[in-house]
């Protein structure tokens, strides 16, 4: 089709996925609240609102194929794009983004519950937007070099032991 999905681009689209599996969620957790017999307090009904369980599918499906651009396609970017001697660093960095917003996300454990839960998919619906524009405003320019950086060469490292010895050796024949 002419599409050229880069890495970058995958992962735009996790956050696109995460996005709208969030507003879908809201989406059914508002019917739910409009279907139960005991109005937003649905949990503490002794009779399920008139919904199938299936009606919860669709948002499933979204963050799955959001976790599949973004977190994997996160990972490998992170690991193939860094110096050989680098990709342990690189690596942790990008779990510890994960920590970051795991974090965050604890800040709205309050709202998880009737009558808040449309409020809580939507909270975190318009997080993921914002995220979604920042990440691609901030790395725009990047998505257009990808080629460029996967030709590049193969870094190397040295030690200190082996540029001492390298150095002591030049010495030598000098």
């Known amino acids: 089709m002419g599409i050229n ?56 499906i979204l963050i799955a194929f959001s976790e599949i651009f973004a977190s ?3 990972l490998e970017y992170a690991f193939s794009k860094a110096p050989k001697n680098m990709r342990s660093l690189v690596t942790g960095m990008f779990w510890f983004t994960h920590a970051f917003s795991s974090a965050i996300a604890q800040a709205f454990v309050p709202l998880a519950g009737d009558p808040l839960l449309v ?8 997080l993921t937007f914002l995220g979604w524009v920042g990440f691609a405003w901030t790395f725009r320019s990047l998505d257009r070099e990808n080629d ?11 030690s200190n032991a082996e540029y001492t010895a390298a150095k002591t050796e030049n010495v030598e024949r000098a």
């Open 148 to 158: 460029e950086l996967d030709k590049l060469p193969e870094g190397g490292f040295q």
């Open 5 to 60: 999905f880069t890495p970058l681009k995958k992962i735009q689209a996790g956050f696109v996925c995460a996005m709208l599996s969030m507003v879908v969620a809201a989406v059914i957790q508002h019917f739910i609240y409009q279907k139960s017999p005991c109005g937003e307090f649905p949990t503490d009904c002794d009779q399920p609102p008139d919904l199938s369980v299936w009606t919860q599918v669709p948002a499933y």
């Open 119 to 126: 409020w809580l998919y939507m909270s975190i619906a318009i």
């Open 72 to 74: 994997i396609t996160g």
